[in-house]
């Protein structure tokens, strides 16, 4: 069974969203995503200040099994990226709700993470 905790919105195509304090969004691929690509052997990042709309790649996690392209939830810009992921892929298989996490992204509309699906659909669609 996967692990999905309730206090973050999820995706379709497995990332999840946590939203900090100051409004800014974490982005990161779900428990789900992690143990179906098995061992992370590469993370494929943009730079700080990119723009990206609602569902545009906006990366690439490669593994021992395959490469798949990670989805932004949100339209908004990359405040910054888990620069750790460079050197220490396998952080998104041992911790992908923490250390794993991807980019910080400041939305347009931070509101419109309320789309998102919740822990309980998420798990649903599984």
């Given at each position: 069974?996967s692990?999905?905790p309730?206090?973050?919105?999820?995706t379709?195509e497995h990332?999840w969203?946590?939203?900090?304090e100051?409004?800014?969004?974490v982005?990161?691929?779900?428990d789900?995503?992690q143990?179906s690509?098995?061992d992370i052997?590469?993370?494929d990042?943009?730079q700080?200040?990119?723009?990206?709309g609602?569902?545009e790649?906006f990366?690439?996690?490669?593994?021992v099994k395959?490469?798949?392209?990670?989805?932004?939830?949100v339209v908004?810009e990359?405040?910054?990226v888990?620069?750790?992921l460079?050197?220490?892929p396998?952080?998104?298989?041992?911790?992908?709700?923490?250390?794993g996490?991807?980019v910080k992204?400041?939305a347009?509309d931070?509101a419109?993470?309320?789309?998102?699906?919740?822990?309980r659909?998420?798990?649903?669609v599984?």
């Amino acid at each position: 069974m996967s692990n999905a905790p309730d206090s973050l919105r999820y995706t379709k195509e497995h990332e999840w969203v946590r939203v900090e304090e100051d409004g800014v969004l974490v982005v990161g691929i779900t428990d789900h995503a992690q143990d179906s690509l098995g061992d992370i052997t590469f993370v494929d990042l943009p730079q700080p200040g990119n723009r990206f709309g609602n569902g545009e790649v906006f990366g690439v996690v490669e593994s021992v099994k395959a490469a798949s392209d990670l989805f932004l939830p949100v339209v908004g810009e990359v405040v910054e990226v888990n620069d750790s992921l460079d050197a220490s892929p396998e952080k998104v298989n041992t911790d992908p709700y923490g250390e794993g996490w991807m980019v910080k992204i400041k939305a347009d509309d931070p509101a419109s993470v309320d789309s998102l699906l919740s822990s309980r659909e998420y798990l649903s669609v599984l």
